[in-house]
């Protein structure tokens, strides 16, 4: 029941910044942890950053440790992934992604497209 919305992709170049916006539709959102993944051409699906409920609590994948930070905004409904000193290997579709039942994140944003230009 739960739905997600994205926006704030774009093209920009290396060493840019650029942020994503993910709002979740419901009552509980504060309740359940929000996740950032990202999929390139031709590769699997990996996981960037997720946070707990509150916020308090956020794990990031090594590849963007220390360039992107995620934060959210209970009030909003809403989690970001700001993306600083931007590669081209960040090229890829992000999604957000919710775990509404505590189970796994199972609930998928449409993507958002991030080129990083050399």
């Known amino acids: 029941q739960v739905q997600l919305v994205q926006s704030g992709g774009g093209l920009v170049q290396a060493g840019s910044s650029l942020t994503l916006s993910c709002t979740a539709s419901?009552?509980?959102?504060?309740?359940?942890?929000m996740a950032w993944f990202r999929q390139a051409p031709g590769k699997e699906r990996e996981f960037v950053a997720q946070?707990?409920?509150?916020?308090?609590?956020?794990f990031y994948a090594s590849s963007v440790k220390g360039r992107f930070t995620m934060s959210r905004d209970n009030a909003k409904n809403t989690v970001s992934l700001q993306m600083n000193n931007l590669k081209p290997e960040d090229t890829a579709v992000y999604y957000c992604?919710?775990?509404?039942?505590?189970?796994?994140?199972?609930?998928w944003g449409p993507g958002s497209q991030v080129t990083v230009s050399s």
């Open positions: 946070s707990n409920g509150s916020g308090g609590s956020i």
């Open positions: 992604a919710a775990d509404p039942n505590a189970v796994r994140f199972d609930v």
């Open positions: 419901g009552r509980r959102f504060a309740r359940y942890g």
